[in-house]
Every structure is written in C-alpha cells, then in structure tokens.
C-alpha cells in the first residue's frame, strides 16, 4: 500500500515562496514518476508539475513555468515542488502523486496514488 504525505504549506504574501514536501513509502519509489497537482475551490483540478522516476525529465504547466521547480530525492523517498513568485492564483490545495510507471506523465489518470492534499494560500 503507498503512502503520499505532503507537507509544506501555509500562508504567504503574494510574491513569496513555500516548498512542498511529498514522503512516499510502500513501493520503491525510484521506479515511478511522480507528480503534483491543485485544486482551487469551484475549479477542476489541475496539472502543475511531473518529473520522471529518475528526475531526468520534468513537466510543468505553463502558469508556473518559471516559478515552479520539481525535484525529488530518491534516496529519501521525497518529491518536492519548489514555489516562488507566487500569485494569489496559485491558491490551491496541492496534491502530490505517484505515477503507474518510470516515465513522465501529465493526465491524472496516468497517476494510481495521491495524497491527501495540503492547503496553499496566497494572499495579495
């Protein structure tokens, strides 16, 4: 059984940075993807960040490109989302979540586990 739990959020001025944290246990992690997604309230949610089961490759969604970093440590089973320069648009919940293979995936569906979210508020 995987575990995604993410940590990191909070409270931040408009222009400010938070790093996500995203612990993985019960699978072994450097064989999967990972990703991060959000969820404003009233709006679908959406694709922000993916890197590959090795961290060679990354994705990023074209609001945050430049503001966004993902990285992950796989000798610590933790993926993390690098924020700066955040908008109050970048209010969210965010998720993290682990893909069903090594590559680089972006559709939600391509993702068999996630966390339980962890609350992003970005104030102007």
């Known amino acids: 059984q995987v575990q995604l739990v993410e940590s990191g959020g909070g409270v931040v001025q408009a222009g400010g940075s938070l790093r996500l944290s995203c612990a993985a246990s019960g699978r072994t992690f450097n064989s999967y993807a990972m990703g991060w997604f959000r969820q404003a309230p009233g709006k679908e949610r959406e694709f922000v960040a993916g890197i590959s089961a090795n961290g060679g490759s990354t994705s990023y969604t074209d609001s945050v490109k430049g503001r966004f970093t993902v990285a992950r440590d796989n000798a610590k089973n933790t993926a993390y989302l690098q924020m700066n320069s955040l908008k109050p648009e970048d209010t969210a919940v965010y998720y993290c979540?682990?893909?069903?293979?090594?590559?680089?995936?972006?559709?939600?569906?391509?993702?068999?586990?996630w966390g339980q979210g962890t609350q992003v508020t970005v104030s102007s």
């Open positions: 979540a682990m893909g069903r293979g090594y590559g680089l995936y972006i559709a939600p569906a391509s993702f068999g586990s």
